[in-house]
């Protein structure tokens, strides 16, 4: 390696840290004061607090490093820019391509480190935090509070909230059909306990298709379902605590059953095309710096650079929410923030050219 190469690759490391320290550190302020009051009125112990904030930076950190990566690939050129060191190197023969390679070679192992990164340390710090969120501070238990459909053999049943550590579900509907998909009967309840394949419903209005008069209202009704506590909790889970392996099961489980998994079908996407995300930064921030004006100074290529960040943000989270809604394939929507910011890397690549 070069000796301005180990200059530039050693000044990236450097000011990748500090950017990811000061960037994470001020995330977390803001995440602190929005959720004290919470924290308080639960009464949650500080040391429980501390740790919930310490499980959020992992998520935190590994949202920003494409951002750290873009800025300290501007800060660095910018900083040479300053000192005339671009001039001097220019001036000795030295071409503006080999001042990229150390860039683009941060941004490969930068993109590395956050694909491990997301698989192995991120869904297991996200789960913890979840929990102590959702079950000790507001009370919900755990993180499977969504609503969610099963069908079993006839059976299409609707939980709205389920509690992983009582094994109880809430606002259950339970519609059987015939053979011919004709609605035969249905079960609403208040709650339910759920003990292996039996599921006890309190309050419960069993009503019968056809027969007006055929509803019964019941205080505890014990129900033989196909469908355990722990496959409850499997279709409650949030995409951000599993892996990428966890998630492709996940979503051969929901549609293997029948249902669409269009929402963890981008989430699967985004997990790949994301961590790309930093190599495409980092060329596209040594690029831009490269290719300013003399007189443009550190600052400039800063605001350049979160300019891009943001820029990178909205376009990756509306094309996130069209793929959600199903109105664009999990595919598409997933790598076109990639694609147009990795075009405009190119442009400005062939520019400097």
Known sequence: MKIISKYIARALFKNLLTILFAVVVIYV???????????????????????????RIPYVAAQVLPVGVLLSAMVVIGLMARHNEII?????????????????????????????????????????????????????????????????????????????ETHTARDITLNYYDPSFKLIKRIDADDATISGTVWTLRNAMESVSGRASDIRQHKELKVEMDFTADQLHDRVKRSDEMSLVQLKEHIHKIE????????????????????????????????MALRGKRGE????????????????????????SLGYAGMYSPIFSAWTANAVFAVLAAVFIYELA
């Open 88 to 164: 001097a190197y220019a001036s000795g023969g030295g071409s503006s391509f080999s001042l990229l390679k150390p860039i683009a070679v941060m941004g490969v192992i930068a993109s590395l480190f956050l694909f491990a990164f997301n698989e192995i340390i991120v869904p297991a710090a996200a789960a913890e935090a979840n929990q102590i969120w959702y079950q000790d501070v507001r009370k919900e238990g755990d993180v499977g509070t969504r609503t969610t459909w099963f069908h079993r053999n006839g059976l299409i049943g609707r939980v709205d909230k389920y509690i992983p």
């Open 29 to 55: 302020a803001v995440d602190f004061f929005e959720k004290i009051d919470d924290f308080m009125a639960a009464k949650i112990p500080l040391l429980t607090v501390g740790y919930f904030f310490l499980l």
């Open 256 to 287: 293997s059953e029948g249902y669409k998994a269009v929402r963890f079908r981008v989430d699967l996407a985004s997990k790949i095309s994301f961590p790309l995300v930093c190599l495409i930064m980092s060329v596209l921030g040594g690029a």
């Open 297 to 320: 100074g550190l600052a400039v290529n800063i605001v350049m650079g979160m300019g891009l960040a943001f820029a990178y943000w909205v376009v990756h989270s509306l094309c996130l």
